[in-house]
């Protein structure tokens, strides 16, 4: 009998259930459920309704049900850093905030003047950025009635099987887990006032969760689900299904962020990467993924919106495509662009301090933020080189990102290497990929990478040298440092 797998891959702005029933060593899939996810204002703070994406994980099973299969197994992958808080008779303490909500503003310099940031840096290998979950937990103020921890996909999990996990490829998003010892990190748990009894027990990617409670749910026909707590970090997922062969390559997982980095055996938390703000985040089968956080398709789904969609995100592209190259740009990773009230405006305020032309047509809105991200993928990437020592060749770009074929080629061009793009479902794939080395579909992630080459199309993008690359290059650099030095 063919084994049926199901990834609930959800993300900041949508969410959906994919289903594979592999034969041959190749992979299917198939969307059942797509919805849209989101965070919004409630009691004094941007939440996530939580109660909704349940609803729509049921929804999806139904569908599942409905297509004829009587039995699954199931993996659920979200964005890191994220919780929830649960009291003492296991209940949500309140809806989880989200990571762009503005209660972490000053966290970094607050929670400075109590544990040194580079010692911070030593401990975990994770970066610096004020969402993280050390953060959101110094200014946590309802930590005084809260039993346990769960981070999203873990709470999700337990709100379908009433287990409680928490798995290590998202757990090290926190900040809270010691890179050399793989465990909590008690000096940084009592900064916080908080014990180790918070969380519950650390979880290898490929582990059995338990069973769907179906008796919960009675309102939903579903079929027996077994629920896999696979590599819940949405990029862990990303970076496991990435078709890489050897060991000169890098990866950009893009979609709302985009993640630039390297597979490693250990990581790196020396001076020079703390100082390049690099992080360590733990991926499948205890590798480490060494990799920068850039603001990624965030930035042009928020123009879009601004815009009432009046354009596609290909349209956009196609007319960015018609502008002059390097006009002007930003700084991707500025903190106005986290959370703007308005992306258009924020895009043009920047211009305007650093004296350039003030992109204000959708094609120079466009051209600007594609130009921005193929510079700093390039920038970036000359600082992974240095600090891995790898000589990278080949750059994998996967995830909802790879489908946009000219930023792919600017990237390819600003970064002189050859781009591989695909598979769009990156994250979805890895989650089926780990649920399926967990049930013995595939032996090895090199054999379902290599299933995954096989069974999904790579386009290529070779670099094309244009003089301007080098200038616009610099002008990003000066452009960037300015405003860090201000």
């Not at 009675?218 to 689900?225: E, F, S, T």
């Not at 051209?367 to 993928?377: F, K, P």
């Not at 080098?470 to 300015?482: D, G, I």
Request: aromatic content about 10%.
């Amino acid at each position: 009998m063919v084994n049926t797998y199901v990834a609930v891959d959800i993300g900041a702005s949508s969410g959906r259930l994919m289903l594979s029933q592999p034969e041959n060593g190749r992979f299917t899939l198939e969307e059942v459920h797509r919805f849209k996810n989101g965070f919004s204002e409630y009691e004094g703070a941007d939440r996530w309704n939580t109660g909704f994406l349940l609803e729509n994980m049921l929804i999806g099973l139904e569908k599942v049900k409905r297509a004829g299969i009587n039995e699954c197994f199931l993996g659920i992958d979200t964005w890191g850093v994220d919780y929830c808080l649960l009291d003492k008779d296991q209940q949500a303490v309140n809806p989880p905030i989200s990571y762009r909500d503005c209660r972490t503003e000053k966290a970094i310099e607050e929670f400075e003047k109590h544990f040194s940031l580079a010692e911070l840096y030593r401990k975990t290998g994770i970066q610096l950025q004020s969402f993280n979950t050390i953060f959101q937990l110094f200014k946590e103020d309802s930590l005084d009635v809260a039993d346990k921890l769960l981070l999203m996909p873990d709470y999700l999990g337990y709100l379908l099987t009433g287990k409680m996990a928490l798995e290590k490829t998202n757990a090290s998003t926190m900040q809270l887990l010691n890179l050399a010892t793989r465990k909590l990190d008690e000096d940084l748990l009592t900064v916080l006032g908080i014990q180790k009894e918070l969380f519950p027990k650390l979880t290898e990617p490929g582990t059995i969760l338990g069973a769907l409670k179906k008796a919960d749910f009675p309102a939903y026909d579903l079929p027996d689900v077994t629920v896999i707590t696979i590599a819940s970090h949405d990029t862990a997922s990303a970076v496991a299904a990435t078709p890489g062969q050897g060991e000169n390559w890098a990866y950009i997982s893009s979609g709302t962020w985009s993640l630039m980095g390297v597979e490693l055996e250990e990581g790196i938390s020396t001076p020079e990467a703390f100082d390049a703000n690099f992080t360590n985040e733990w991926g499948v089968q205890g590798t480490i993924r060494f990799l920068k956080n850039i603001m990624g398709m965030w930035l042009i789904q928020e123009v879009a919106r601004m815009q009432d969609y009046c354009y596609s995100y290909p349209e956009l592209a196609e007319l960015a495509s018609q502008e002059p190259a390097f006009q002007s740009l930003i700084d991707v990773n500025d903190p106005r662009f986290l959370n703007p009230k308005n992306m258009i405006e924020a895009v043009q305020e920047f211009c305007r301090e650093t004296e350039q032309p003030i992109p204000e047509t959708a094609g120079e809105l466009a051209r600007c933020i594609y130009d921005s991200l193929a510079l700093c993928y390039a920038i970036e990437l000359q600082k992974l080189k240095k600090i891995t020592g790898k000589d990278i060749r080949v750059l994998h770009i996967v995830g909802g990102g790879s489908n946009n074929t000219f930023l792919n080629q600017l990237t390819a061009n600003t970064c002189g290497i050859e781009v591989l793009a695909g598979p769009d479902e990156a994250t979805a794939i890895g989650n089926l990929l780990v649920q399926m080395v967990a049930t013995q579909g595939f032996g090895t992630l090199a054999e379902g990478r290599e299933s995954i080459k096989q069974s999904f199309e790579l386009k290529q993008y070779m670099p094309h040298f244009s003089k301007e690359i080098p200038a616009a290059l610099l002008k990003y650099q000066t452009l960037t440092n300015k405003l860090v030095t201000q």
